[in-house]
Each structure stands twice: as structure tokens, then as C-alpha cells.
């Protein structure tokens, strides 16, 4: 199965990209993690999209492309994988078809997560995360248990750059216009299933299952 989990910044395409893995037993493939490990790393990749981020900016269609392709190129993703966070321009999407088509396969389900502005707004602005193991914690809904330190390893939490408040707003006007219009263009294909993003943790799974079933 191949899918890709598409929605604005804050919607929660990443727990649900991860249950999706879960229940699937395919990679998920997340660009906004790759591309900070690429930064951390300072690779030639990683000095190139550190700018576009800090922004709040898409990181040029060339570099995220690159690193997609080479990492569908790997054996783990033969059986199916899901993407989440690209495709999120059009360029990328057409990039995205033709990588699949060069092996005979094809997209077979966009998730579309939607959420509310205010849910959006207080999710991006009170994520803080574990720099070393990449846990995720809400200050007001998932808080850790001893506030700053991560409950997995015990590392000082941090807020990502790009969670605070002006860059968050940019971020989500990149978002209507750069990503929003490739829906319409999945939509068209009859890919794309609607997935709440305000389901409480121990809801998503059950939703996730019922969308799945439907293909
Ligand atoms: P969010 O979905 O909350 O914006 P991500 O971690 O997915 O968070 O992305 C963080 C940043 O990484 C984006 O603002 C952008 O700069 C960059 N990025 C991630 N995926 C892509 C992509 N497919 N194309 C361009 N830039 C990307």
C-alpha cells in the first residue's frame, strides 16, 4: 500500500502517519525529519535547506526530491510506505508520480488530516521535543512528567525554531498556497479519504483502520 498522509502544519499527520506504519507494517518516510537530521548532520543537503526552514519556508523542490527519490530507491519500501509531508507543491507531486511510474507502481490513497485553526494554532505553539529521541510533548495536553525533560531518555526538551508564533502564520500561508492545491488534483483521481485531526490519542487507530478498509 502506498499512501500519503497530507494536512496543514500542526494537523497531527505525524502520530497518524506513524499509527498508519504501525498498522501496515510499511516505512513511513517523513521529509521535515529527514531534512533536520540533514541539517544536524551538516550535510551539503542539510546547509541548503537550513535557511528555507528557519523561514518556515518550503525547502527548494530539488533538494526534498532527492532525497525522497534516493530513499524509495531502498528495498524496505518494495511493499508499500507512507509519506508524511511530501508531496507539498505541485512540482513535488509530479515528481512523486513519475518516481512511482519508472517502476510500474502508483499512489494508492492520499489521508487528508483536517483540524481546526485554534487546534492547529495551540498544537504548533505548545509542541515542545526530545532533541535526542525525537518524542513529541504538548505542554498543556501531553506534558512530561517532570516538566523540560524528556520521559523516554531524560534529555532537556526543546522547542523546534520554526514552532514560534510569526514563522508558525507563514507556515500555514505556505501551506494554502503551495500544498493545499495538490489536493484538488489527487481529488480528482478519487485518492483522497478525509482523517479528523482532533481525535483523542487511543481514537486514531480505529479511524485509521476504517479509512484503510475502504480501498
Ligand atoms: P509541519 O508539517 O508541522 O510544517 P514538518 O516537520 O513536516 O512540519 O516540516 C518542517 C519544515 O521542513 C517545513 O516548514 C519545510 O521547511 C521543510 N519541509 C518538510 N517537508 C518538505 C517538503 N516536502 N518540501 C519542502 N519543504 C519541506
Redesign the pocket.
Known sequence: MRLVILGP??SG?GTRANITGRITGHPVIT???M?REAVAAGTEYGKIADG??KK????RDDV?IGIVEERLRKPDVRAGFILD?????VN?ARALDRILNKVGDVLDLVLYVTAKPETILSRLSLRRSCPKCGAIYHLKDMPPKVEGVCDECGSPLTQRD?DREEIILH?LEVYEQQTFPILERYERLGKVREISGELEIDEIEAEVKRVLKGI
Open positions: 502544519p500542526g499527520k521529509t521535515g525529519a531534512l528555507y526552514m518556515g519556508e518550503l525547502v526534498v509531508g511530501f508531496p507539498r507543491s513535488q520554526d507556515r
